[in-house]
């Protein structure tokens, strides 16, 4: 899952940024609205965590422009405004969700998590491909009665293919979804990480193949051989 993260408190920025890297999101961030809006509409991010009070362009605008411009990522309002007034206004610009600073962190993950279930339509935080299974509440992957222990990136990757299972997914999507700003993949690090998945979930020498290669075109995770 890729977030965006529009914040110009520098201190709470970097915590935030560093709470979500830790739960597995690949996260993007600026400090101003003007920049935050151009990212927007530039990349596909599955949830976008705004500020009202920001430098350049507020919050409010943002979200204004990126409803004009028909862009349905969800959008969370992380702000110091706690009126009820507030957040009624924000709630009706098109935001998904409000949260009043300050805040637990744990929070705010938590309800990022349910803004993406809701974007992908998934109510149930398990995600099931035959035997494998993937709990994206308690981040685990079980295969079969096995435990798989994944990185937090593998467990982004596997989590991205099952949300679009018998779906074929492209090179070019996996970089945008797994990768944050900071990282310039190379052509072959996708390769390399479906390599080491398909090895990972493989726990013994039974197990059927679940990550298939369209040549030319990119994976698809499915029990049926495409």
Sequence with gaps: MKLLLVEDSEALSRAVVKA??????????????????WMALENNYDVIILDIMLPGLDGREVLKKLR???NESPVL???????????????????????????AIEELIARVEALAR?????????????????DRSAKTVTRGSHNVPLTSQLFSLLEYLMLHEGSVISRT????????EQVSPMS?????????????????????????????MGY?????KP
């Design 188 to 216: 072959n690090v996708v390769d390399t990480a479906i390599c080491a998945l398909r090895k990972s979930i493989k726990v013994s020498k039974n197990d059927a193949l679940l990550i298939h290669t369209r040549r030319g």
């Design 173 to 180: 999507q996996i970089e945008e979804h797994i990768y944050d």
């Design 68 to 70: 004009e411009a028909n």
């Design 20 to 37: 979500l890297k830790a739960s597995g999101f690949a996260v993007d961030s600026t400090d101003n609205g003007q920049d935050g809006l």
């Design 118 to 134: 809701r974007k992908y339509q998934t109510r149930s935080p398990k995600l099931t491909v035959g035997d494998l299974t993937l």
């Design 77 to 103: 309002f992380l702000t110091a405004k706690d009126s009820i007034e507030d957040r009624v206004a924000g709630l009706r610009l098109g935001a998904d969700d409000y949260l009043v600073k300050s805040f």
């Design 220 to 224: 698809i995770i499915s029990v049926e």
